[in-house]
């Protein structure tokens, strides 16, 4: 956005125009609600959008507008900083998200050194019980007399 005219600029332009139609009190009311304004968007960051910013720049603009000044040059502004609060919100989102995906990524590296530990473990367990001539039994089989039937035990490697 293209920077809008400064304080001296406006001063020098329109205040003598504008002083003659009005009292000096209501001249210092008008440059003062105009000067909130400005000073507000000089001083804040597009960053420092957040609900109350914007509240308080909402009621310096309404402030401002009451007194039927030509503000048609600075209400781009305001518009765009009022704007901000939502850019903000969104920003901050992407990046909460980007921080889930990087902490996500990390337990999936973990959570894969886990696995291939496990499967090293039962790649070992398997070849213990085969060295040791285990017999396989049917775990769903009566312990009653002549029901259990041994065999030769059998690992499936697959």
Same mark, same amino acid.
């Given at each position: 956005?293209?920077? !809008?005219?400064?304080?001296?600029?406006?001063?020098?332009?329109?205040?003598?125009?504008?002083?003659?139609?009005?009292?000096?009190?209501?001249? $210092?009311?008008?440059?003062?609600?105009?000067?909130?304004?400005?000073?507000?968007?000089?001083?804040?960051?597009?960053?420092?959008?957040?609900?109350?910013?914007?509240?308080?720049?909402?009621?310096?603009?309404?402030?401002?507008?009451?007194?039927?000044?030509?503000?048609?040059?600075?209400?781009?502004?305001?518009?765009?900083?009022? !704007?901000?609060?939502?850019?903000?919100?969104?920003?901050?989102?992407?990046?909460?998200?980007? $921080?889930?995906?990087?902490?996500?990524?990390?337990?999936?590296?973990?959570?894969?050194?886990?696995?291939?530990?496990?499967?090293?473990?039962?790649?070992?367990?398997?070849?213990?019980?085969?060295?040791?001539?285990?017999? $396989?039994?049917?775990?769903?089989?009566?312990? !009653?007399?002549?029901?259990?039937?041994?065999?030769?035990?059998?690992?499936?490697?697959?």
């Amino acid at each position: 956005m293209p920077e !809008g005219p400064n304080l001296e600029t406006l001063l020098s332009v329109s205040s003598p125009v504008f002083i003659k139609h009005t009292k000096d009190h209501d001249a $210092e009311l008008v440059f003062a609600a105009l000067g909130k304004v400005l000073y507000f968007l000089k001083t804040r960051k597009v960053k420092d959008m957040n609900e109350q910013a914007c509240k308080d720049l909402q009621v310096f603009w309404d402030d401002l507008k009451k007194f039927k000044f030509d503000l048609t040059w600075l209400e781009p502004y305001v518009q765009f900083a009022l !704007g901000m609060k939502s850019y903000v919100e969104r920003v901050m989102q992407v990046e909460k998200l980007k $921080e889930d995906v990087v902490v996500l990524k990390l337990e999936t590296e973990r959570l894969e050194a886990k696995l291939v530990t496990a499967e090293v473990n039962l790649d070992v367990e398997k070849d213990l019980l085969k060295a040791k001539g285990f017999n $396989e039994i049917d775990l769903d089989s009566e312990l !009653g007399c002549g029901s259990l039937k041994p065999k030769t035990f059998k690992l499936n490697l697959d």
